[in-house]
Structures are given as C-alpha cells and as structure tokens.
C-alpha cells in the first residue's frame, strides 16, 4: 500500500507540474516575433573597417567624437577608440616607445627631439569586430555576442559585469563603465550605420584615415581597398579574424 | 585615478589602466581550492581504505561544506549585478568555462557534500532528533527528511550509496577545482594565464592547501578539546602532503622551465614583472617560503626519526606556510596576470581597497567567515564524538560504524 | 517489490527532493529566459534594437548642405572639401533638427586649426604641418586663411 500511495502521489505531482508548463510554452511559441528594424535588413551587410596608417595625423577627433556620441565616461581608463603614437627606432625595431595620453583625447604634445634615427606613426585602434571573438566564446551569459551583420555588441540588461569578456580580449578594447558596471566597449556607431549614416569616428576624421566598410555591398569602395593596399589586422596569430583590416601597418605595432 | 596613472610604466593599452578582476577573484580558487583538497584527503579513508586518516574523515567533509557554502560569497561581491547572477543558470552559455560554474557547484554541494554528510551522519542525525525535544528535535528531523529509519539493513544500504557517491565526488572535486584553472588557461589573450598545465597545477595546489588545512584544523580540534593528537593519523597525512607537495612543485617547475627555454614573445615582460613586481609574493612567498621551506620540512620528517613534538610542531608550521604559499601562487596568478600589458610594452599597478566592496577587509571577513561555519557545523554534527550508543574510539568515525566493526 | 525498497524509505525521500527541485528550475526557466533568446544566437534579440536605439548626436553629413550651401559651394575646389562639417563643427544632430534651438559656437581657430596642422614628428611629411610661432609669429590663422577654403588667394 505504500507503493501504491507513493507512486500515485509521484504521478500527480508530475502532472500538477506539466500542465502550467505545458501552457507558458504554448503561449511563447503564439508571441509575435520581435521586429526588426524597418528599411534594414541584417542579413545584406558585414561590416569592417579600414585605417590607413599613412593618412592618420593623429588629431584626436574620432576619439573626442566617440566619447560625444557614445557617452563614455570622460576619464582616462575608458575608451571605446584610442590612438595610440609610435617612436620606433631604427636600429632597434623590437623596442618602440608608444604613448597614448588620455587615449589622445587632447591631441599629442610635440616630440621635441625629432632624429632621423626612427619612425614615427599613429595607430588608430578600437574594437576589432572580430568574426572568431574571444570575447564573446567566454561570456558565461550570452550578454556580448556578435550580430548577423558582424559587429560585437553587449546586451547591457543581461551583463552581470564579471569582468572575463575584458580579460579575455587580446587588444584591450573593453572596459567596466564605472556608472552602470557593465562592460562596453565600441559598437561600430550600430545605432548610427542602422540608419545609413557613418560611424562617428568616420565622420570627424579629417583625412579619411578611418573609413567604415561593408563587406557585402559589391559597390563599398573596401574591395579595390583591400585589394590595393598591403593590409594587415592585429595580432594576426590570435586568429580572432579581425574585421579592422591597417593599410601601411609597420611590424612594430603591438 | 591619478595614482593609479602614476603607478604605470612603460605603456599599457588605455583600458588596462584599472585591474578587472581583484583580490576577492584570488580568493576564489583559494576557497574552492581548499575545498577539493579536504574531500580528496575524506576520499583518501572511504574510497582507498587508508585506515590510519579515518579520524579526520568527518572533519575532512564539514570543512569542505563550511567552505564551498562561502565560495560564491566573493564572486558575488566583484560581480557588477550580482541579482543577475541566476541567469548563468538559465541561459548559460556553453562555450564559457565560468558558465559551468553554476551547474558545477551545485551538483558538488548537493550530490556530492551534503549527501554524502548525510548519509555519514544520518544515525547520529535520528539519534539526535530522538533525544531531543522542541525546536532543536524539529530541526533534527527535517534534517533527517522525517526518516526514523536506522536499523541494520538500511544503514547498510547507506554505506554502500555513500561510497558510491565518494567514489563519483573524486573527479567531481578535479571538475570543481579543476575548471578554475581552465578558466585561466584557456584565455588565450594573456600569455601568464595561458597553459594546458593551469588546470593541473591549480588542482594539485588545491589538494596540497586542503589536505594542510584539514591537518591545521584537527590539531587546533583536538588542542581545543584538551584530547590528545592521533600521531599516525597526522603522521600519514603529513605524508600525502608531501607527496602531493612533491607533484605540485613538480609541474610548476615545469611550467617555469618551459616558459624560461622556450622564451616566446611575451617571455621578457613577464620575467621583468616577476623580478621586480612580482619578487615578493611569487620568489620570496611562494616559492621559498611557501614551498622550498616545508618541502624541505616534511622531508626532514620522511628520512629522519624526531620525537611526537617535533613532529607536531613542524606539522603545525609547515601547513601554515603550505596555505600561504598557495594563496601566494593564487595570488601571483590572478594579479600578476593583469599587471602587464598586452603590448607587452609596460605595467599598470594593484591598488587594492580597504573598507571598500572589493578591499582588504572584506578579503578577510571572506576568508574567516568559513572558519566560523565549520565551528557551527560541529557544534550541530560532531565529528569527533560519534554520538549516543556509539563507538568508544571519542575520535569521529562512520555513522556506520556500528555495522562495520563489532560492538566492544 | 515492496520487500526490495524496505529501509530506503529515507533514500526515497532524498530523491523526491531532488526530482522537486528539479522541477521548480524547470518551471522558473521557462520564466527566466527572456522571449526569442536563441533565435539569432545565444543571446537576446531585443539586445538588437537596444543598440538600435540611442539618437545619434553627430548628424548625417549631407543633412548641412539643406541649408549651408553656400559654404558647401565655397569648399569646391579646396583640400578641405574632404573634411566633413562635425570634424570642426562638432555634434549637430540637434542643431540640424532646430536649428534655432540650439545653434553650435563657433570653433576656436587658435586651438582647432593647429589641432591637425601643429609640426608632431609622427605626421606624415606630407601633410600641411607648421610650427606657429615661426609661421606667423603669434597671428591668428585667420589672418590669413579662410577656414572653408584655406588655400591663400589666387591658388
């Protein structure tokens, strides 16, 4: 008897608990679908950028013009784009001295003693929209993932903040916002290039050194870009196939 | 901030400026650490019958309860939204180690600690609830699941499940402690972390901290209870430790030898930070402290003959400087990997709190908060007395005993 | 049977916990786990529009011709017509929308202009870069540059 009581208490328990089940589930599959945003379609574009290290005069107006847009914090641990200056002597190529004040925020003080004896580049860096991304493989949540158009973007209301999307990016383009402790980092302007306009680092630079592209538009001027230009991406040997293709990219560059 | 800029040399990507992951994220597989180490040393008694460490089998397993319930207390602390913590649970993302985290943890402290405590305990549990009355006899019996059941046969059967499931918490524990160290290792952007070997290193660093701390912790008990030490249970304890000692120092020997000969592109940076940001904690702590001095100890132990105090006293100071050179290699691993640059070009610096969320303080209520469980955990289930009716040994043994060794 | 699971009556009831427990995550899943997670990949799709969503504060560039064409027609011809208006203007999403409501100061010269054409050792050669005080001994560049054309006059 006590078999009997007890599988019969198992078996109503199992059906008290399918039956509400079985109804949410029901109901979620009848939901409507979430919209997509009008005139854009996802799927007809992947983007990418191209930097031509050649043209960049190291003015600071895509970082200034970021952290406008994009409402980064103002301090100098927090950047969604960077510049980043190289002095790489000569005679000794494996041992550039780089600085990056406030990420370039303000420009760059003058190199007093300019010598003949090195090169002297700015290197442009934000995030990489990387088609393999450490970053988002490590996300324990599913709160950074790359969206169907190849940008990496962070799910803001699903960020616990635990930090290992940062420590797992090899180019040091995340950071924790100090206000909302999530992480954030550069979304390739995703809520400006949805509306056909340009990233906001594009817009302001001067030279055309920083240029948005859209790999799948056969018209984007990228093709003949890449096709033309000796091109590099960093750190090549993470094989996170970066989507910020250096025109000009000297070995020394970190 | 602004010290924090000072404190740079060299250069560092902007971001890097601010360390991610703090002492609290050192404290972590310190805690879990600790806890795979005591099970594995429980485990050493049940599942391969070492008979000589079954006084400290109980102690063993409520140490490492006392600890895996305050594992999760500094994780919590660091997250960013730790209310959001649960959805690790509900939509975890697969190709994320931290993500097992939450699976992992739950299936070693339900399956594999509290039942196993359980089943060890349940005679004792029903005796209790039996003499007792009012809360504490309700207490007693919710504990037992209302089961007044401790007759011979199903004592039996409880053996046999709970050795069962010992021999299911052994790779249990290695997955425990051991995805910690996949955690690091597999993150490919920093060259420190890096390794196939961190999983095993951090695994055998971990039996090396739990098997001292159980060690620590039954001598403190029994100097606490005025009862003399059982020496040939210390004695082979401090045996393992050595043993597992010996394993430890081994592969992080290796790990060492093959960074220094193979010397990739990252070798200078991090051999600069060791010899000057890092000398304190990893050459003087860690490794001479930390490992050479009770290494050579516990050797001194294993070829020559001392008397009961020698031993005991050495016992005593070579797990204390054991538990401070791992939280030392914990800590080299943790924060050493964020003080360099991934340019490989400079170094940023740790300026860890004092009263703050993720400060000293709170570091060391994280690491007493466990000792002050374990002396609740034994004031409700001794593990040296086993209870009314019991054996006479007054040292703890299996809730079992009684059906396994004849009634004196 | 019955004889089989005497004494594991205890045992049946740890389990029953389990299967209990089990069953409640089960049911709170099916709450927790936000609409369309999945769909796209493992993450949200409404995470999607959210970054849709912020206004830009930087206008689209063909937007200042509407009214500006003037200073559009006098940048032909001259080496600035590749730098767009915000590079010097800044945001000007607002002041497109109304432009009465919100018209943007006008850049300092002294600080903008050698914010690109200050001599740095990093610029390439090329570019137009030079050391102000022996350029123009302490003289505002618009003494003799016009911002929109800076070329001097007649070339």
Same mark, same amino acid.
């Given at each position: 008897m006590d078999i009997d009581r007890r599988q019969f208490i198992l078996l109503a328990g199992k059906a008290l608990v399918l039956t509400p089940a079985a109804a949410v589930v029901l109901a979620r599959l009848a939901a409507g679908q979430a919209a997509e945003a009008p005139g854009y379609e996802m799927a007809r574009h992947w983007w990418a950028m191209a930097i031509d290290i050649e043209k960049c005069i190291g003015c600071g107006n895509c970082v200034r013009a970021c952290k406008a847009e994009n409402d980064v914090p103002r301090e100098p641990a927090y950047f969604r784009t960077w510049v980043e200056r190289y002095h790489v002597p000569v005679d000794d190529p494996e041992h550039p001295l780089v600085d990056s004040p406030d990420g370039g925020f303000d420009g760059f003080p003058a190199r007093r003693t300019a010598d003949g004896q090195a090169k002297d580049f700015f290197v442009p860096k934000l995030c990489n929209h990387c088609a393999q991304s450490p970053c988002v493989q490590v996300c324990p949540v599913g709160a950074t993932f790359d969206s169907p158009d190849g940008v990496v973007l962070v799910d803001k209301t699903r960020c616990l903040g635990c930090r290992y999307c940062v420590q797992a990016c090899p180019y040091g383009c995340r950071f924790i916002d100090p206000r909302t402790r999530v992480v954030d980092k550069c979304t390739l302007c995703y809520h400006r290039i949805t509306r056909g306009e340009t990233t906001a680092c594009c817009e302001t630079c001067p030279t055309g050194a920083r240029r948005l592209g859209d790999l799948k538009d056969p018209r984007d001027p990228i093709h003949d870009w890449l096709r033309t230009n000796m091109v590099q991406v960093l750190k090549p040997q993470m094989a996170t196939h970066a989507k910020v293709y250096y025109a000009n990219l000297d070995g020394a560059v970190r | 901030m602004e010290s924090l800029l000072r404190g740079v040399v060299g250069f560092i990507y902007p971001n890097e400026l601010e360390l991610q992951w703090s002492v609290l994220i050192v404290l972590y597989p310190f805690l879990t650490g600790l806890v795979a180490g005591a099970f594995i040393l429980a485990s050493l008694e049940r599942v391969f019958n070492v008979e000589a460490v079954r006084p400290t089998y109980r102690l063993a397993l409520l140490t490492a309860l006392a600890f895996l319930l305050v594992a999760p207390l500094p994780l919590q602390l660091h997250l960013g939204h730790p209310e959001r913590s649960l959805e690790m649970y509900f939509t975890p993302h697969r190709s994320s180690a931290m993500a097992m985290f939450g699976f992992v943890y739950l299936w070693y402290l339900m399956v594999v600690l509290v039942v196993e405590i359980w089943l060890d305990y349940r005679r004792d549990i029903v005796l209790q609830a039996r003499a007792s009355t009012g809360a504490r006899r309700f207490l007693y019996r919710a504990m037992a699941l209302w089961s007044d059941n401790i007759s011979p046969r199903a004592l039996a059967i409880d053996a046999k499940v709970g050795r069962f499931v010992t021999v299911l918490g052994i790779p249990s524990a290695f997955l425990l402690h051991g995805y910690v160290g996949f955690i690091f290792g597999s993150v490919k952007a920093n060259p420190w972390w890096s390794t196939p070997l961190m999983p095993v290193v951090f695994l055998f660093s971990a039996i090396v901290s739990g098997i001292a701390l159980v060690m620590l912790i039954y001598m403190a008990g029994c100097g606490l209870r005025g009862r003399p030490v059982d020496m040939p249970c210390v004695d082979t304890i401090a045996r393992y430790l050595f043993y597992a000692f010996l394993i430890d120092f081994s592969l992080e020997m290796l790990d060492l030898i093959h960074r220094v000969y193979e010397a990739d592109e990252s070798f200078k940076t991090l051999d600069f930070m060791v010899h000057t940001k890092l000398f304190a904690s990893q050459i003087v702590l860690q490794i001479f402290v930390g490992t050479l001095v009770p290494l050579g100890l516990l050797a001194l132990i294993q070829l020559t003959r001392l008397t009961e105090l020698a031993r005991r006293t050495i016992y005593v100071l070579a797990g204390c400087l054991t538990m401070l050179g791992i939280l030392a290699m914990r800590w080299n691993v943790v924060i050493g990997g964020q003080l360099f640059s991934k340019s490989f070009l400079g170094y940023t610096t740790y300026k860890m709190g004092f009263a703050?969320?993720?400060g000293l303080l709170m570091a060391l209520a994280v690491m007493v908060l466990p000792l002050l469980i374990l002396w609740g955990l034994v004031r409700l289930l001794p593990p040296w007395d086993a209870g009314a009716g019991a054996d006479d040994t007054g040292n703890g043994g299996h809730g079992a005993a009684a059906t396994r060794r004849p009634p004196s | 049977m019955v004889r089989r699971f005497r004494d594991t009556g205890h045992l049946l009831r740890l389990a029953g916990l389990f299967a209990l427990g089990g069953g409640l995550f089960a049911i709170a899943s099916l709450f927790m786990v936000p609409d369309g997670f999945g769909r796209y990949g493992h993450y949200r799709p409404g995470a999607l529009a959210d970054n849709r969503a912020p206004a830009p504060r930087y206008a689209d560039t063909a937007s200042c011709a509407g009214c500006h064409d003037d200073i559009v027609a006098a940048r032909?011809?001259? *080496?600035?017509?590749?730098? *767009?208006?915000?590079?010097?203007?800044?945001?000007l999403a607002a002041h497109a929308a109304d432009p009465a409501a919100d018209t943007p100061a006008r850049p300092d010269a002294a600080t903008l202009c050698l914010n690109c054409h200050r001599q740095l050792a990093a610029r390439p050669a090329a570019f137009p870069q030079i050391e102000p005080v022996d350029h123009?001994?302490?003289?505002?560049?618009l003494s003799c540059h016009n911002p929109h054309h800076p070329e001097p006059e007649g070339s």
């Open positions: - | 703050t969320r993720e | 032909q011809g001259s *080496r600035h017509v590749q730098v *767009r208006c915000q590079a010097c203007h800044g945001p123009a001994g302490g003289e505002s560049c």
